[in-house]
């Protein structure tokens, strides 16, 4: 067999997966940035598209409602990930220690991530509801003043955030879980016999060790949380004042409910720079 | 005898191939020449109106053509997703033969190059003046016809009447603003303790919808033609900034004021029928969330005030019509075919036994005023009255930038709601954004 033939053959096998790669990721970016070049709208997607460069961009950062969505989507993602995976990796440190049924327990919670999103989304919204929901209903049995989860403002985003906790979390106890079972126990049998406390051996064996499975996991959670919408979509429609109207709702309102095609492509090539940009913080500075 | 048997296996099998391609072939000489078409159909939930419309209309279009075996396959979506498919289907160019159209995205389905000219097909019709005029006018867009509206809605102030007895309110005292907001003072003192809210006030996505009538009532609009435009000469420029929609948009607040509180969830009538507000202005289809056999006396219940409150007695009062609209997209390939299943929808024999079952508004005189409407009057709660505020109906706008100008609008409605803004401002802030959305 001749030296080219060898050394070409890996890319034969790789040519497939090379193909979806491109057909599925790489040529939908190139095209979503030409779409945002030009003028796209519903009005004028089938007649011959004029290119306008940047001019989608400007209105995007000239847009008031835009820089709001950012400022949520900063609200609603810090919230989201702290929450997901503190509590995630709570529960998971929890489940590996010796409990009963935790086989059992570790089923029950991930229920909420085998839910499609859009019914968790009604759920929350009928949990939420200001007159009819079982929360306000549970306080004011208690004496308690009801809120307005998701007609006040200053509180609706912090309601979608607790309904992304709840549904996003699984996948974190998920994903710590199996970190935490690569890690080798007799080094945790190693520290007891040194004269290691729980806590001690968790700050200093369990994370360190954690820490690429952590790093992974930020990152997925957080573009993720970045990129959804159908929470804020079902639940709000992104109002009251475009209070829950996230980066990713901003986008999908553009393209799909105003028409402007490529406004909305303008939006979703900010938004995969931001996600970009996170990872490389999460990896940058958390991997070292 | 391996062999004997592969033999045998073969030859059985040989034998069910051939009957089961003998029953394909043996076909009766008619049914054989008969040509298959199969006409396909986007349209919005709720799904019995459908089923209905569809089954007796195609009866009727199957004996005109005994020559076809004609199929009706409709898909029937919630709201936003018959949107979303129907522009799908456009753009990839799929071939749809019907599909139901929002007033609202009239003009941007026809802008887009997405709906069928209809016009020399419903001159032929020459139905033209059975249609309100309204209605008639709801589906064209730069003067051509591109759309027929086939049901309308009006939106009125419905109540129980046993709640506002309990809270000493005349209801006839709701009929101007002074005396709406005196009501809703009485009735959320008198209410408030058993869970009952006095009035509703719409906090969701369509808010603007019921601040229109308002605005019209006052002889406002929400656009208006306007010359000087950058690239079209002459276009529409907002003018729901007006004194009169600053007025409006100020009674709004007075209900704000008076405790009245907007709602951000809405369930289309379910929520007065479940007594959880004792007055709700809301859409005709609200009768629809009372179950058919109440209907005979549910007027002894419930109550309707064929209006939106007025200023004073002197004003004339409006509301808002929405309903559905019949069109063929450009991709259809059976445009004849679905254009002759179209008119015979709406055809009133077949049309109004629907209407009569789910409650809808006719958009067409020989059923709002001829013989059927007697049977709709003896069957649909407050028919005479619904029919009666056709005339002071008005629809919205159907250009293309209409969503985000409601956008804008409803901005300005929320605005007020949270007070952030006074009612001038806000649609002053509203207003400089419509103005650029439609290229000023």
């Known amino acids: 067999m001749s030296s080219t033939f060898v050394k070409a053959e890996p890319y034969f096998f790789l040519a497939p997966a090379l193909a979806i790669l491109f057909v599925f990721l790489i040529f939908p970016l190139f095209w979503n940035t030409y779409i945002s070049l030009h003028d796209v709208s519903l009005v004028t997607i089938l007649n011959q598209w004029e290119y306008i460069g940047g001019t989608n961009f400007l209105d995007l950062f000239s847009d008031p409602n835009f820089y709001m969505s950012l400022k949520i989507t900063l609200m ?6 702290a929450l997901q995976f503190g509590i995630g990796l709570l529960i998971s440190v929890l489940l590996q220690q010796q409990v009963r049924a935790s086989g059992v327990l570790r089923a029950i919670f991930i229920i909420p991530w085998t839910i499609s999103a859009v019914i968790a989304a009604f759920s929350f919204k009928f949990i939420f509801d200001d007159n009819f929901g079982i929360l306000n209903y549970v306080l004011i049995q208690l004496g308690l003043q009801s809120s307005g989860w998701l007609s006040d403002p200053n509180i609706v985003i912090w309601s979608l955030v607790i309904a992304n906790m709840w549904y996003g979390t699984p996948f974190t106890i998920l994903f710590l879980t199996a970190g935490l079972l690569s890690i080798n126990p007799t080094i945790y049998e190693a520290a007891v016999i040194d004269g290691a406390t729980k806590i001690r051996s968790f700050i200093h064996i369990t994370l360190p060790l954690l820490r690429p499975f952590i790093v992974i996991n930020l990152i997925l959670i957080t573009m993720w949380s970045v990129n959804f919408f159908d929470i804020q979509l079902i639940m709000t429609g992104g109002g009251p004042l475009f209070s829950s109207t996230t980066a990713s709702l901003y986008m999908y309102r553009q393209a799909f409910e105003f028409g402007l095609l490529s406004k909305g492509a303008a939006a979703g090539i900010v938004l995969i720079t931001i996600n970009l940009s996170v990872a490389f913080v999460y990896l940058r500075f958390l991997r070292r | 005898m391996k062999i004997s048997k592969l033999a045998c296996t073969c030859l059985v099998l040989a034998i069910l191939l051939f009957i089961s391609l003998g029953q394909v072939v043996v076909t009766t000489p008619v049914e054989a020449q008969k040509q298959q078409v199969t006409l396909t159909a986007i349209v919005a939930e709720p799904k019995e109106r459908w089923d209905t419309l569809f089954s007796d209309a195609l009866q009727k279009l199957r004996q005109k053509h005994p020559d076809m075996d004609i199929q009706v396959d409709y898909r029937v979506l919630p709201y936003d997703a018959t949107r979303t498919q129907i522009l799908t289907a456009m753009v990839g160019r799929s071939p749809i033969d019907l599909i139901s159209v929002d007033q609202i995205w009239l003009g941007e389905f026809a802008e887009g190059g997405f709906l069928t000219d209809l016009t020399e097909r419903a001159n032929t019709w020459g139905r033209e003046n059975d249609w309100y005029q309204t209605n008639w006018d709801g589906g064209k867009y730069n003067g051509k016809v591109y759309g027929i509206w086939a049901w309308t809605d009006i939106r009125a102030m419905w109540y129980w009447k046993d709640l506002l007895n309990q809270a000493g309110v005349d209801p006839n005292s709701l009929k101007t603003w002074n005396g709406y ?10 209410l408030n303790g058993q869970g009952i809210q006095g009035m509703h006030l719409v906090g ?5 919808d019921m601040w229109y009538p308002y605005l019209w009532m006052l002889g406002g609009e929400i656009l208006e033609q306007k010359n000087g435009h950058p690239t079209n000469g002459t276009y529409w420029f907002p003018a729901y900034n007006s004194t009169q929609g ?6 709004i607040k007075q209900e704000i004021d008076a405790g009245i509180k907007p709602q951000t969830n809405h369930f289309w009538g379910q929520e007065f029928a ?12 609200l009768l629809g969330t009372f179950p058919r056999e109440q209907w005979s006396n549910l007027t002894q219940s419930v ?3 064929p209006m939106f409150s007025v200023p004073n007695e002197n004003n004339k009062t409006a509301t808002m019509m929405g309903g559905w609209i019949l069109s063929i997209p450009e991709t259809s390939t059976n445009k004849d075919l679905s254009w002759e299943l179209l008119t015979i929808m709406l055809q009133p024999e077949v049309l109004s036994t629907m209407l009569q079952k789910e409650g809808y508004l006719p958009t067409q005189k020989p059923i709002g005023e001829g013989p059927y409407a007697t049977q709709l009057n003896t069957t649909i709660p407050y028919y005479k009255e619904m029919i009666a505020m056709i005339p002071i109906g008005h629809s919205r706008p159907n250009i293309p930038e209409y969503p985000q100008i409601a956008d804008n609008i409803k901005q300005a409605i929320d605005e007020v709601y949270f007070g952030i803004k006074e009612p001038k401002q806000a649609l002053d802030d509203a207003a400089l954004k419509s103005a650029k959305v439609l290229g000023w």
Request: proline share 2%; no cysteine.
């Open chain 2, 204 to 208: 969701a996505d369509h808010s603007p």
């Open chain 2, 181 to 190: 907001i005196a009501g809703a003072k009485s009735l959320n003192d008198a």
């Open chain 1, 76 to 81: 609603f993602v810090g919230g989201s990930v």
């Open chain 2, 303 to 305: 109550g309707m005030l």
């Open chain 2, 246 to 251: 600053v007025k409006a948009l100020e009674f």
């Open chain 2, 274 to 285: 479940d007594k959880k507000f004792a007055v709700m202005l809301e859409g005709s289809w």
